[in-house]
């Protein structure tokens, strides 16, 4: 059965999303050194910082669920896990431009 077909782990989930807030952090982290950053870089901030706040979000509301299952492991839609896997794809490429800036 596809991975995704299949209604997904909730404590993989939960894994993903703290995982993807740390990128997003340093990330953004990294953008705000910039001294003088343009318009586009400071509405990247601010798309970044609204993406930290949803994955967040993500990641405790299943978090809260798992723990009213009695700390078992819950099923999740597989759309979401499509999601968070998308937004970890997005986030790997722009931590490689991160650190390469940081190295330049």
Same mark, same amino acid.
């Given at each position: 059965?596809?991975?995704?077909?299949?209604?997904?782990?909730?404590?993989?989930?939960?894994?993903?999303? #703290? $995982?993807?807030?740390?990128? %997003?952090?340093?990330?953004?982290?990294?953008?705000?050194?910039?001294?003088?950053?343009?318009?586009?870089?400071?509405?990247? #901030?601010?798309? *970044?910082? $609204?993406?930290?706040?949803? #994955?967040? &979000?993500? &990641?405790? *509301? #299943?978090?809260? $669920?798992?723990?009213?299952?009695?700390?078992?492991?819950?099923?999740?839609?597989?759309?979401?896990?499509?999601?968070?896997?998308?937004?970890?794809?997005?986030?790997?490429?722009?931590?490689?431009? %991160?650190?390469?800036?940081?190295?330049?």
């Amino acid at each position: 059965m596809d991975g995704l077909s299949a209604a997904a782990s909730g404590m993989a989930v939960v894994s993903l999303a #703290i $995982q993807l807030v740390g990128s %997003v952090r340093d990330i953004n982290r990294f953008m705000r050194q910039v001294s003088d950053a343009p318009k586009e870089l400071k509405r990247l #901030i601010d798309l *970044l910082e $609204q993406l930290e706040v949803i #994955i967040e &979000g993500v &990641g405790e *509301l #299943i978090e809260r $669920q798992r723990r009213s299952a009695g700390d078992n492991d819950i099923d999740v839609s597989p759309n979401v896990l499509k999601a968070m896997k998308t937004c970890e794809s997005r986030l790997a490429r722009i931590e490689d431009v %991160v650190e390469k800036a940081r190295k330049g």
